[in-house]
């Protein structure tokens, strides 16, 4: 693989990393504290909503640090091979369980913000929209690392 492209989805992967941390670190807090200020029935959920956001932000860290090998390896011609079958399945692993937080978190405000009088409908919806597309979109992404994952069982059967 050219190694210009190897090294512009490393500097993207590490910008990505960054960008986690700083959301542990500022977004994630802010942002369960602006839930809980804007709407009553948030309240309770302020740190909850925070341990699971950052929660889910590991786990996206976890899954770019194991995808830097098979990038690594892609360089060397080897990437199909047994050397990258364990950080597969650590991005998949960590894929479901983001996915599996991002479920708690929807289910957490379907249920505590479906009465509050301060929120509006539109933001009620809005929010549980975005929410399902995000599920939707991770459970899309474990179905293309399943797929990967049998790709890459072929190709060592070969």
Known sequence: MNKWVLLGLKVIIALVWLACLWS??????????AMAGLYSSQVAMRWPYLIMGILFLVCVEIAFAA???????????????????????WVLGCAAIATA????????????????AT????????????LGVAIL??????????????????????
């Open 24 to 33: 542990q670190t500022f977004a994630a807090p802010i942002l369960s504290e």
């Open 67 to 89: 995808v830097w090998r098979p990038l690594s390896l892609s360089g060397s011609g080897t990437v199909f091979t047994a050397k990258a079958m364990p950080c597969v399945n």
């Open 101 to 116: 937080l991002t479920v708690l978190v929807s289910l957490c405000f379907l249920i505590s913000g479906w009465h509050d």
């Open 119 to 130: 929120m509006q409908a539109m933001d009620y919806y809005t929010i549980a929209l975005v």
């Open 137 to 158: 979109a991770e459970i899309g992404f474990m179905l293309l690392m399943v797929v990967m994952k049998g790709l890459m069982h072929l190709f060592q059967r070969r």
